[in-house]
């Protein structure tokens, strides 16, 4: 399998080229058989990444500088970045672990996870479905759009934010008394302010479930 490596003038790219099948039936051949390149880049954290696979998956940690990862139905999996990060997939899953910068993902069908995240989060899918265990009492803005895929949002027992999620079809539920719920025909939602409200939480979907979660208190241990 023949992979190109090119750098030039501050820029790296890393390619590999599909193998043919010689012979008249070397296409129908090559259509059964999976070819696999795995390839590893170390680079410094302040280095810009944009990242594009088809249906390979990604995995990505420890970058401070903007990362943009695009696969079509590879896994993007982003583990300690800091800063700001762009995911793009159809069909694969997004996870996301420790991202403490500014996360926007997009997906058609592929799941969204992230994991003690602390910055602005944007998630937007049809029908997959969203999970946010947020751990920044003030987080940034949290905005998530959904047309079928239920969201799941866990915040921190004390947070600051305005809070407007909506289903249009679907359930609404909150673990928070201080948020009220309207009930409409065509719309549910839970509406109210958290703590001083700094941050907003925006969530809406059409058929899909919605379900607000609040972490139990940090206990301290005594000296």
């Known amino acids: 399998m023949a992979t190109w490596v090119r750098h030039e003038d501050g820029e790296l790219e890393v390619a590999y080229e599909r193998p ?9 051949i090559g259509r059964h058989r999976r070819q696999v390149a795995v390839i590893s880049l170390a ?14 998956g990604l995995m990505v940690s420890g970058l401070r500088a903007p990362l943009v990862a695009r696969t079509v139905s590879g896994e ?3 583990a300690g970045c800091s800063g700001q990060v762009e995911a793009q997939t159809v069909s694969g899953a997004v996870q996301a672990h420790g991202v403490a910068g500014d996360l926007w993902a997009h997906t058609v069908s592929g799941d969204l996870t992230l994991v ?44 600051d934010l305005q809070v407007q999620v909506q289903s ?6 909150s673990a928070f008394d201080e948020l009220h719920r309207e009930g409409r025909p065509a719309l549910r939602s839970i509406r109210g302010r958290l703590g001083a409200g700094t941050g907003r939480l925006q969530a809406s979907t059409t058929s899909g479930h919605v379900a607000l979660l609040r972490r139990e208190p940090e206990v301290r241990e005594s000296p």
């Open 20 to 28: 043919g099948w010689p012979g008249p039936f070397g296409w129908l």
């Open 43 to 56: 680079v410094p954290r302040d280095c810009e990444v944009d990242l594009g696979v088809v249906a390979s």
């Open 76 to 78: 993007i999996t982003l």
């Open 116 to 159: 003690e995240g602390g910055g602005t989060v944007g998630a937007r899918t049809i029908s997959g479905t969203v999970t946010l265990d947020v751990s920044t009492p003030g987080a940034g803005d949290i905005r998530v759009t959904t047309v079928s895929g239920d969201v799941t949002i866990r915040l921190p027992h004390a947070s």
């Open 168 to 173: 249009t079809s679907g359930q609404v539920a």
